[in-house]
């Protein structure tokens, strides 16, 4: 079973710039997540899908950040205009749902961003 | 205070010590609890999940006090590739809320 796969690993643009991350989750799970780690930090919550709907974007840093899960399968998080307090690896994980074992998330590779 | 707080690190053992590590959380209705391992510029994968009073798997085992709101991780007879950040999470269902520690580095040595 193929597991989550992001889009692009690695990603360098100027300040300013748009880049667009992609998620694809596990086929079959409803849930999505997208995390970010800045350097020297922890793991933070950005936001949950169910399906296409967002259940929680409270993690989102500002208006400058857009995701998106249209049909429910594959994800995307626009960055517009990018700036330097975005670089950092931005991870995304997808469940199954509620429940034993299914609450269980499993992560993407990560997509590594740097903004200069 | 952080929701979850883990152990500062890092942690140095010989191979085949014994290391303990604990976690806090400070959400009561936190839910279910999961240990991630996390290798250098690598995604976190599932070490183990903790539901109940906790679980062994081989050399490791979990432990959930929720009494004291706390889970610890026990690595037995550590070997050379347990060496990385060991992740402690807290997922809160009413919210599909989900908290990382800070992580705790583990170096094991010959």
């Known amino acids: 079973e193929a597991g989550v796969t992001q889009f692009p690993s690695h990603s360098v643009i100027e300040k300013g710039q748009t880049v667009t991350l992609r998620c694809d989750p596990i086929?079959?799970?409803?849930?999505l997540y997208w995390y970010r780690r800045v350097m020297g930090k922890e793991i933070k919550f950005l936001l949950h899908f169910v399906k296409e709907s967002k259940q929680d974007e409270s993690g989102m840093p500002n208006n400058r950040f857009l995701a998106e899960r249209t049909g429910g399968t594959y994800s995307t998080l626009k960055v517009q205009p990018a700036e330097l307090e975005d670089s950092g690896v931005y991870f995304c994980?997808?469940?199954?749902?509620?429940?034993?074992?299914?609450?269980?998330?499993?992560f993407g590779p990560g997509t590594r961003l740097l903004v200069l | 205070r952080k929701e979850v707080e883990q152990d500062p690190g890092p942690f140095n053992v010989p191979e085949g010590a014994t290391v303990a590590f604990n976690c806090t959380y400070s959400?009561?209705?936190?839910?279910?609890f999961f240990w991630y391992r996390q290798d250098c510029r690598k995604e976190p994968k599932l070490l183990m999940s903790v539901y109940s009073s906790g679980n062994e798997d081989g050399r490791f085992t979990a432990q959930l006090n929720r009494a004291s709101q706390y889970i610890s991780l026990l690595i037995r007879d550590s070997k050379l590739s347990d060496s990385a950040t060991y992740l402690c999470v807290v997922f809160w269902a009413g919210g599909f809320k989900t908290i990382f520690g800070a992580g705790t580095r583990l170096f094991v040595k010959a």
């Open positions: 086929s079959g799970h409803d849930n």
């Open positions: 994980a997808s469940s199954q749902g509620l429940g034993a074992l299914k609450e269980t998330q499993y």
């Open positions: 959400n009561s209705a936190s839910q279910s």
